[in-house]
C-alpha cells in the first residue's frame, strides 16, 4: 500500500465501546465456481475456505469471510508493511489460480477500510441503523454478514465475544464512522 | 416491509433486496423473425396481477444474487423462494 492516507482517524472510545481503523490490512476478494479453485485455494495456502453461509474460517496468516456461494474475502490477520502494495498470497493465488483460469483474484487493499469494534455494546450500535437480526449472530464466534448499517454496505465479522470487525468501501467509511460516532454517543 | 429467505444467506429483510420484474420470461429464440406488436409484447409487457406472482429478486446489499420468488401481491406473503433455473415449486 502506497501513499496511503488513513481514512479514519484516532481511536474513539465510549463507554464499553471502541472503535478504531486497523490499517494496513491486506484484503482479497477471491471468486471460483469450481471444486478445483476451493482445493486450490486451500492448498495453496493452507486455509479451508467456508462453504456454508454467513461462516469465515482462520488460518495462522488468514481469515476467510463467505461473501457468497462463489465469492470470498481473504484478509490479513496481521497488519502488513505500508511501504508496499506487493503481497506474496495475491502472487501466489494469482499463479494457481487466475492463470490457470479457475477464478478471479481482486486485490481490494485499498477499496475496503476495516474498523475494529469491541465492547459489549457493538450490536446495540448496529441495531440502532441496520435492518439485520444480531440476536443469534452476536452468540455465533466466526459469523459472517453482509447488510446495511445507516443505509451503507457493510461486512460484519464477528472475531469473539465483544470484539468485531467491519469492512465498509472507502468513500463511504467516514461518513459512516461519524455516523457511528455520533450514534455510539447516544447509546 | 417484509422478510425474504434468501436462498444463500437465509432470513433478511426486505430492504436489503432489490426487485427485478416478472420471472420466467423466455427470450425469443429468433427475435429477427418477430412482428414489432410481438417483439414489444416480449420486451415490455409485465403481468401485474392482484394475486400469486413469479418474480425474480436479487440480495442487492447481501450475496448479490439473483434467485425466484412466489409472492401474493395482495398480502405480500411469500409462498415460495427457489433458484434460478430450477422449476417453480408451485404453479
Redesign the interface.
Known amino acids: 500500500m502506497l501513499s496511503y492516507n488513513q481514512a479514519l482517524k484516532g481511536k474513539k472510545i465510549f463507554q464499553d465501546l471502541q472503535m478504531e481503523e486497523i490499517k494496513p490490512i491486506m484484503k482479497l476478494i477471491i471468486r471460483g465456481k469450481k471444486r478445483e479453485f476451493i482445493s486450490a485455494v486451500g492448498k495453496s495456502l493452507n486455509i479451508l475456505l467456508p462453504t456454508e453461509?454467513?461462516t469465515s474460517t482462520q488460518s495462522d496468516k488468514l481469515t476467510a469471510l463467505w461473501?457468497?456461494?462463489d465469492?470470498w474475502m481473504l484478509f490479513s490477520n496481521e497488519t502488513v508493511r505500508e511501504d508496499s502494495n506487493h503481497y506474496e498470497i495475491k502472487e501466489l493465488l494469482s499463479n494457481k489460480i487466475s492463470i490457470k483460469n479457475l477464478g478471479a483474484i481482486t486485490d481490494v487493499t485499498d477499496q475496503f477500510v476495516m474498523i475494529e469494534l469491541k465492547g459489549n455494546k457493538i450490536y446495540e450500535l448496529f441495531q440502532t441503523g441496520s435492518?439485520?437480526?444480531f440476536n443469534d449472530f452476536q452468540n455465533k464466534k466466526g459469523a459472517v454478514?453482509?447488510?446495511?448499517l445507516n443505509k451503507i454496505?457493510i461486512i460484519v465479522h464477528n472475531l469473539d465475544k465483544n470484539v468485531a470487525n467491519l469492512f465498509v468501501r472507502r468513500s463511504f467509511s467516514q461518513h459512516l464512522f461519524s455516523w457511528m460516532n455520533d450514534a455510539a454517543s447516544r447509546l | 416491509m417484509f422478510i425474504i429467505n434468501c436462498p444463500?444467506?437465509?432470513?433478511?429483510?426486505q430492504?436489503?433486496f432489490k426487485a427485478g420484474g416478472e420471472a420466467h420470461i423466455i427470450r425469443p429464440k429468433q427475435p429477427t423473425e418477430l412482428s414489432d406488436d410481438q417483439w414489444a409484447e416480449y420486451l415490455f409487457m409485465r403481468k401485474n396481477i392482484k394475486g400469486i406472482q413469479f418474480e425474480r429478486w436479487n440480495h442487492a446489499?447481501?450475496?448479490?444474487?439473483w434467485f425466484n420468488l412466489v409472492r401474493d401481491t395482495s398480502n405480500d406473503e411469500i409462498k415460495a423462494v427457489y433458484k434460478m433455473g430450477e422449476k417453480p415449486p408451485i404453479k
Do not use: A, M, V, Y
Open positions: 453461509s454467513n461473501l457468497s456461494p465469492e435492518p439485520f437480526n454478514t453482509q447488510t446495511i454496505d | 444463500f444467506c437465509g432470513e433478511r429483510e430492504s436489503e446489499h447481501g450475496c448479490r444474487k
